[in-house]
Structure formats: structure tokens, C-alpha cells
């Protein structure tokens, strides 16, 4: 998995609750992707990085938020998670110009929140 | 914003046989367009990629071929092989953009 990591990688929650899930990388790779895979969806973005402390909505990102400090973690957070936000969720990772294009993923965070 | 349709949702076909899963993009900007395989349980791998200045790209026993007038892209898988049963994704960016899009997903089933 291109040397992502990411944990949890299941969890089950409450209603209510704050969930921070984590991406790890040890590629040096300047972007990072939160997606969230659905049954009949696909996968579809969350948020994206370009850069420590540089982030960026994608099209679900309503009741989400992230956050990069270094250049290797990627912090996704649910304030106040919903039953509406189980979902697997997958961290990719890509390159700097001019091979940014290519998304390598991570093995997947398994949220149920109940 | 772009769209990207998947067909089919299933396919199931006997070892050995061909497969051809389809993709249509609404974007005429877009020109690059991956492809991804999904095993139970594990992230997606990208397996083949294509950019809108190649026709048809092939690796092995996988191929990907593009219609940019027609705005559709193929993944096409020879002699399957029961290792080839995933859900297979499509999708489509414009490199300008960090955005990838996704199609739905095809479930492919290799019969021994």
C-alpha cells in the first residue's frame, strides 16, 4: 500500500461522539486525500492536502474536517459523528509536479457509527 | 464538475474468457484516466493508466483504450484468471486539478 498506513482500522462509535481517524505516509509525497468509499458511490473526496497546513473541500466534505502539521500525517476528524458518516474510509497519497496525478491508497479505516 | 459512469455493475464471466468493463466521462477537460482494482477488504491498487494523448495503453493481459471524441475509456482483461475476481474502479482527473473522480464500481466474478 505505497507505504501508507492508517489507523484505526476499525472502529465503532456513537452518535455524538468525536472520531479522528489517521493517515501516515513514508513517501515524502506532497498531497494527501481523505475519500469515503459507499456502496453504489464509489469512492468520493472528503478533503485533500497540497501541503502542511494547505487543505482543501471536496465534493462531501459537510461534517468533516482535517488537519496536516507535518508533511507525513493527515488527520481526518468527525466534531460530532452521524449514522449518515459509516463508511470506509480510504487515505491516498501523490507525488509533486509533474506526477501528482497518481493516487496510491491505504488498506482502509472501517467507521460504524451506532 | 466532472461525471463518470461505470457499466457494468457485475460481470461474471468463465476463466479463461475476456472481460470488458466501460466508462463514459462528462468532462472534455479531463486527460487522465485511471483504473483501480479492489480486493475484499484492502485499498484500491492502481492496476493501468491512460492519458488522453495515448489511444491504448497495455500491460500483460490488461488494456485500457480511450475515445476522447466519445468521452468513453475501456479496461479490457484477457484470458481471465479466478486471482482477477475484485471490484473494478474507473475514473478520471484533469491534471490541473487534484480532484479524482470515480465510477461506481464493477464486480467481476472469474468462474474456475
Known amino acids: 500500500d505505497a507505504g501508507i498506513t492508517q489507523s484505526p482500522r476499525h472502529k465503532v462509535t456513537e452518535t455524538g461522539t468525536p472520531v479522528t481517524l489517521r493517515c501516515h505516509q513514508t513517501?515524502?509525497?506532497?498531497?494527501m486525500y481523505w475519500y469515503r468509499q459507499d456502496p453504489g458511490h464509489g469512492l468520493r473526496l472528503i478533503h485533500y492536502s497540497y501541503g502542511v497546513k494547505d487543505t482543501d473541500k471536496g465534493e462531501v466534505s459537510d461534517g468533516y474536517s482535517v488537519s496536516r502539521s507535518k508533511t507525513e500525517d493527515f488527520l481526518l476528524t468527525l466534531e460530532s459523528a452521524t449514522s449518515s458518516q459509516t463508511s470506509v474510509y480510504f487515505c491516498?497519497?501523490?507525488?509533486?509536479?509533474?506526477?501528482?496525478?497518481?493516487?496510491?491508497f491505504g488498506p482502509g479505516t472501517r467507521l460504524t457509527v451506532l | 464538475g466532472e461525471n463518470v459512469e461505470q457499466h457494468p455493475s457485475t460481470l461474471s464471466v468463465q476463466e479463461g474468457d475476456s472481460a470488458v468493463i466501460k466508462c463514459t466521462y462528462s468532462d472534455s477537460a479531463s486527460n487522465y484516466f485511471p483504473w483501480y482494482k479492489q480486493e475484499l477488504g484492502k485499498g484500491p491498487q492502481l492496476i493501468i493508466d491512460?492519458?488522453?494523448?495515448?489511444g491504448e495503453k497495455k500491460d500483460q493481459r490488461i488494456a485500457v483504450t480511450l475515445n476522447k471524441t466519445a468521452k468513453h475509456f475501456s479496461l479490457h482483461i484477457t484470458e481471465t484468471q479466478p486471482e482477477d475476481s475484485a471490484v473494478y474502479f474507473c475514473?478520471?482527473?484533469?491534471?490541473?486539478?487534484?480532484?479524482?473522480?470515480f465510477g461506481t464500481g464493477t464486480r467481476l466474478l472469474v468462474s474456475p
Open positions: 475514473a478520471a482527473k484533469n491534471t490541473g486539478f487534484q480532484k479524482l473522480v
Open positions: 513517501e515524502n509525497h506532497r498531497y
Open positions: 491516498a497519497i501523490s507525488e509533486t509536479f509533474p506526477r501528482t496525478d497518481t493516487q496510491y
Open positions: 491512460i492519458r488522453s494523448n495515448v
